[in-house]
């Protein structure tokens, strides 16, 4: 086993991929490196160029506009992971619908993929981390030492979105949100590149019925019966 361990944890989105991985990297003294949140990021800056929409593989200058343009970078400030686009934080602009769903069509392109592997990768070279996204386990940490696929139903991650939206004091309709979370998982399985999958490694973990302690705990559970 390697000096450094490196966990993997894939799944779709709003899985609470992220909440959980923080909060096991946090139990274990593990970085956390959320991939999500780099994509968003680089959706984030072409939203800011104004091509989001219509940034595609085939849309070579905008795409060597947004490269040279975007210096994205992963913090830890106090234990709490901060997001910076060309220095400035944007963690919290980077959790929209909109952002989202762009993040989602950036990812799978695969220069814009290319671009952030390296990054993701020299990270986890250096640190015992925990790394969430779409392909941790098949692509880019495919020598992962624990391996973890975590999911639950689409209308279950509805609703917790549609809770936490909710909360934030946003207007939306659950119906809705369910759509955006169908659609995204139609994207994340069926683009070329990178297809949203568990890796034949991968531990299946079903989090419908559980509360967020309770997946917590699991997968601390399966981290350190692995290591």
């Not at 970078?73 to 992971?81: K, M, P, S, T, Y």
Request: charged content about 25%.
């Amino acid at each position: 086993m390697n000096k450094y361990i490196n966990v993997a944890i894939d799944g779709p989105a709003g899985a609470g991929k992220s909440t959980i991985a923080k909060a096991a990297a946090k139990e274990l003294g593990f970085i956390y490196v959320d991939t999500g949140a780099l994509y968003r990021t680089v959706a984030l800056s072409a939203q800011k160029m104004g091509f989001l929409d219509t940034l595609t593989s085939e849309s070579k200058q905008d795409l060597e506009k947004l490269f040279a343009s975007s210096k994205v970078e992963l913090r830890h400030i106090d234990g709490v992971q901060a997001v910076l686009l060309n220095g400035e934080d944007v963690s919290s602009l980077i959790r929209t619908p909109e952002i989202s769903m762009g993040a989602s069509n950036v990812s799978a392109i695969p220069a814009v993929r290319a671009f952030l592997l390296d990054l993701q990768r020299d990270i986890a070279k250096t640190n015992c981390v925990i790394m969430d996204g779409r392909d941790i386990a098949t692509v880019v940490l495919p020598n992962a030492d624990v391996k973890i696929f975590l999911f639950a139903s689409p209308e279950c991650r509805a609703e917790r979105r549609f809770k936490e939206l909710i909360e934030k004091g946003e207007s939306v309709m659950y119906e809705d949100v369910l759509a955006d979370v169908n659609q995204r998982d139609w994207q994340d399985s069926h683009r070329e590149i990178a297809p949203l999958k568990p890796s034949e490694e991968s531990i299946m973990l079903d989090t419908s019925e559980l509360n967020l302690q309770e997946s917590i705990d699991a997968v601390i559970n399966i981290i350190k019966e692995k290591i």
